[in-house]
């Protein structure tokens, strides 16, 4: 069973940077996406920034002009840097990806990392 491991976060001064890391084990068929959500406590996990295999990119307009998001060319990690970092940023970042395991499944799935805190002060 593949599984997501998040690496990164914790506690940042604002106006600093944050670099998540998240790295699949085992492969898959192929890759639609990957990303990053992240959910405030007593709200819904919202889309920080989400990128597929040919580089096109979605993020969040809190996030925009301040967020990197790339894939290694191996299509197992996705890392996201956060930049100029805000308490609004504070959250538990949770790893997406949607893969397809085989060549003849049909359809996605759908595979999330276990969350990574990240505090960034008032």
């Known amino acids: 069973q593949e599984r997501l491991v998040e690496s990164g976060g914790g506690f940042v001064q604002p106006g600093g940077s944050l670099r998540l890391s998240c790295a699949r084990s085992?492969?898959?068929?192929?890759?639609?996406?990957m990303g990053w959500y992240r959910q405030v406590q007593g709200k819904e996990r919202a889309l920080v920034a989400i990128?597929?295999?040919?580089?096109?990119?979605i993020s969040a307009d809190s996030v925009k002009g301040r967020v990197i998001i790339s894939m290694d060319n191996a299509k197992t990690t996705v890392t996201l840097q956060l930049n100029h970092l805000k308490p609004a940023d504070t959250a538990v970042y949770y790893c997406?990806?949607?893969?397809?395991?085989?060549?003849?499944?049909?359809?996605?799935?759908?595979?999330w990392g276990q969350g990574t805190p990240v505090a960034v002060p008032s």
């Open positions: 997406f990806q949607e893969i397809q395991y085989y060549k003849f499944t049909t359809g996605y799935d759908g595979l």
């Open positions: 085992g492969s898959v068929f192929s890759v639609k996406r």
């Open positions: 990128i597929t295999p040919r580089g096109d990119t």
